[in-house]
């Protein structure tokens, strides 16, 4: 049998009242308390030097550019690719031959996807941040929107070539054209 506990009067009525005000009083404190102080810096100028501005951290956010529409577009299209071959190779009336094909292209636009967003994230870790990387059968392309120095594009020329095992001649890099 369960017991139950009932109040009743109005000097329970007071006593909980001012329960809920010590309860709200002690949060109050404590999260007053809790804070660290605020402290105003003031920096002192130092003689021959300019006084220095502190400013706030800011938020850096990746701003849409051709090249990230670019990498959507592709991806909705590779989407829609992979959704195709998928249906032939798990068809269960697709003829034997037809299906072993569509499971071999799955297989190598997958492999080409997996290439090009490694060599994308390698070339966003040295620093070209909206690089594009279009890898064909036959060729690479890498697009950067940056200009680039001989030593930049032969360096990255060689992480291509490394990654994908395409002979140099077989590998284009355009940057950002110069205004004249």
Same mark, same amino acid.
């Given at each position: =049998?369960? %017991? ?6 109005? %000097? ?6 001012? =329960? ?6 002690? #949060? ?20 021959? $030097?300019?006084?220095?501005?502190? #400013?706030?951290?800011v938020?850096?956010r990746? #701003? ?8 959507l577009?592709?991806?909705? =299209? %590779?989407?829609r ?9 798990y068809?269960?009336?697709?003829e ?9 292209? !799955?297989? !190598?636009?997958?492999?080409?996807i ?18 594009? $990387? ?8 890498? $697009?950067?929107?940056?200009i ?33």
């Amino acid at each position: =049998m369960a %017991r139950f506990y009932v109040v009743r009067g109005r %000097r329970a009525l007071w006593n909980l009242f001012i =329960m809920v005000l010590v309860v709200a009083a002690l #949060v109050y404190i404590f999260r007053v308390e809790g804070e660290p102080p605020q402290e105003e810096v003031t920096a002192e100028p130092i003689r021959g $030097v300019e006084q220095m501005v502190v #400013v706030e951290p800011v938020t850096v956010r990746t #701003v849409p550019t051709k090249f990230a529409e670019y990498k959507l577009e592709r991806e909705r =299209m %590779r989407s829609r690719q992979i959704e195709l071959l998928q249906n032939i190779a798990y068809d269960a009336h697709t003829e034997g031959e037809r299906r072993e094909e569509a499971q071999s292209q !799955l297989q !190598l636009l997958i492999d080409r996807i997996t290439r090009e967003t490694e060599i994308e994230n390698l070339l966003k870790a040295k620093g070209y941040l909206d690089a594009l $990387v279009l890898l064909d059968p036959e060729a690479v392309t890498v $697009v950067v929107p940056v200009i680039l120095t001989r030593e930049e594009a032969a360096g990255i020329g060689e992480l291509v070539h490394r990654l994908t095992g395409v002979g140099f001649e077989r590998i284009t890099i355009v940057d950002e054209t110069r205004s004249v």
